[in-house]
Nanobody
């Protein structure tokens, strides 16, 4: 069974930096391989719907929501089955639970992590 486990969340000051990680495991019996999957980050702020943050394809091409473009960087380490999100210059609007997701099927992600809380506050 595929599992995605986020880490690295916490309290960060506006203008600071934070790096989230998402460790993936259990691909062997899933029919997927980590390196063959598109990966993504989403977030959900209190009282709001979950929204797209960023994605990275199998060839390393990236997409970002306009709200984080130029501040956040997504990356992946296929050797370590790990996805990252580097958050630079966060602001209070970035406060949310951040979720990683893996493997697109019919334009929907198959696997999701449990989320990690990021709070941007002075």
């Amino acid at each position: 069974e595929v599992q995605l486990v986020e880490s690295g969340g916490g309290l960060v000051q506006p203008g600071g930096s934070l790096k989230l990680s998402c460790a993936a495991s259990g691909f062997i019996s899933s029919g997927y391989i980590f390196s063959g999957c598109t990966l993504g980050w989403f977030r959900q702020a209190p009282g709001k719907e979950r929204e797209f943050v960023s994605s990275i394809s199998i060839d390393g091409s990236t997409t970002y929501a306009d709200s984080v473009k130029g501040r956040f960087t997504i990356s992946r380490d296929n050797a370590q089955n790990t996805l990252y999100l580097e958050m630079n210059s966060p602001n209070t609007d970035d406060t949310a639970v951040y979720y990683c997701a893996a493997c697109l099927r019919r334009n929907a992600y198959v696997y999701w992590g449990q989320g990690t809380q990021v709070t941007v506050s002075s």
